[in-house]
């Protein structure tokens, strides 16, 4: 059993910054690529970025290319991955929750989630 607690988030201006993590737990955390997805009001959850943990390799939505970017600190007790998130958008407010699971496609199949952190982007 994996286990994934989301961190961060809040309220930002248009063009404004904000980071969240993602702190993982458990037995065989270390197997599992980590990741992010977001949900919008009335909207279906969707893929963010993810990150493998084994090679480096990161993947991203074509709507955060560019203004996101996915990565980790092992120096931590629990691996702990981060979204920065720069020149946001009222379009990027949503829940966003965080995922351990496998690549596929170059994205992310989610294990285990998140409770989910709220980000809102608005003036």
């Known amino acids: 059993q994996v286990q994934v607690v989301e961190s961060g988030g809040g309220l930002v201006q248009p063009g404004g ?3 969240v993590s993602c702190a ?3 037995r065989n ?3 599992y ?3 992010w997805f ?3 009001p ?3 959850r969707e893929f963010v970025a993810a990150l493998t943990l084994g090679n480096e390799n990161t993947y991203y939505a074509d709507a955060v290319k560019g203004r996101f970017t996915i990565s980790r600190d092992n ?3 629990n691996p702990t991955v981060y979204l920065q998130m720069n020149n ?3 379009e990027d407010t949503a829940a966003y929750y965080c995922a351990a699971g496998s690549i596929t496609d170059n994205h992310l199949v989610g294990k285990y989630w998140g409770q989910g952190t709220q980000v809102t982007v608005s003036s």
Do not use: D
């Open 33 to 35: 690529s980590m990741g």
């Open 42 to 44: 009335e909207k279906g």
């Open 24 to 26: 993982a737990s458990g």
């Open 38 to 40: 977001r949900q919008a």
């Open 17 to 19: 910054s904000l980071s």
């Open 88 to 90: 946001l958008k009222p």
């Open 29 to 31: 955390f270390h197997g």
């Open 75 to 77: 120096t931590k007790t």
